[in-house]
T-cell receptor, first 112, second 112 residues
Framework: KQEVTQIPAALSVPEGENLVLNCSFT??????LQWFRQDPGKGLTSLLL?????REQTSGRLNASLDKSSGRSTLYIAASQPGDSATYLC???????????FGKGTHLIIQP | DGGITQSPKYLFRKEGQNVTLSCEQN?????MYWYRQDPGQGLRLIYY???????QKGDIAEGYSVSREKKESFPLTVTSAQKNPTAFYLC???????????FGQGTRLTVV
């Protein structure tokens, strides 16, 4: 059964720092990997989608990488801002599961 | 604006009642999904539909039912058989199972 783990569970850093969020998955037979952002009490906002054949995707200050063979992805956030404070979720499609399999998220706080 | 609309935002259910959560999308997506989110847990798949008039159980389908009579609509009924329905429910859609998923803003269901 596909399992997704996110490390760390929580992170608090001063504004302006670059940071890395980690995601690992147990079954490498995925179709794609998605990073989402969730604000308290809200739905999920898609940040980046990496297809299984791709190594990385970039959007503004965000860069996500994928190493399918080792079952790992990282989300790099450059020059963090207080508005980046949210929970970041990693999810994979495929790997023997229906729909998306989610990690439990990383709760990020950026201190002004 | 294209997107996914969930209603209501908040819903209260009495013991023994069935309640229905609405999900409508105007993205022309074939695939639609229902997830449940509980504190400290990742999102879990309840039901999904790849095409109109067809749907499949996810990991936690017991106590729930769905229909997919129109491409745009995928309502979820929480029946009295669901013993612990208090949770945040999220609807999603995608072109197909291998493409980017988009989420609604969620419905928070509380048993009173």
């Amino acid at each position: 059964k596909q399992e997704v783990t996110q490390i760390p569970a929580a992170l608090s850093v001063p504004e302006g720092e670059n940071l890395v969020l980690n995601c690992s998955f147990t079954d490498s037979a995925i179709y794609n990997l998605q990073w989402f952002r969730q604000d308290p009490g809200k739905g999920l906002t898609s940040l980046l989608l990496i297809q299984s054949s791709q190594r990385e995707q970039t959007s503004g200050r965000l860069n996500a990488s994928l190493d399918k063979s080792s079952g790992r992805s990282t989300l790099y956030i450059a020059a963090s801002q207080p508005g980046d404070s949210a929970t970041y979720l990693c999810a994979v499609s495929g790997g023997g599961a229906d729909g998306l399999t989610f990690g439990k998220g990383t709760h990020l706080i950026i201190q002004p | 604006d294209g997107g996914i609309t969930q209603s209501p935002k908040y819903l209260f259910r009495k013991e023994g009642q069935n309640v229905t959560l609405s999900c409508e999308q105007n993205l022309n997506h074939d695939a639609m999904y229902w997830y449940r989110q509980d504190p400290g847990q990742g999102l879990r798949l309840i039901y999904y539909s790849q095409i109109v008039n067809d749907f499949q159980k996810g990991d936690i389908a017991e106590g729930y039912s769905v229909s997919r009579e129109k491409k745009e609509s995928f309502p979820l009924t929480v029946t009295s058989a669901q013993k612990n329905p208090t949770a945040f429910y999220l609807c999603a859609s995608s072109v197909d199972r291998d493409t980017e998923a988009f989420f609604g803003q969620g419905t928070r269901l509380t048993v009173v």
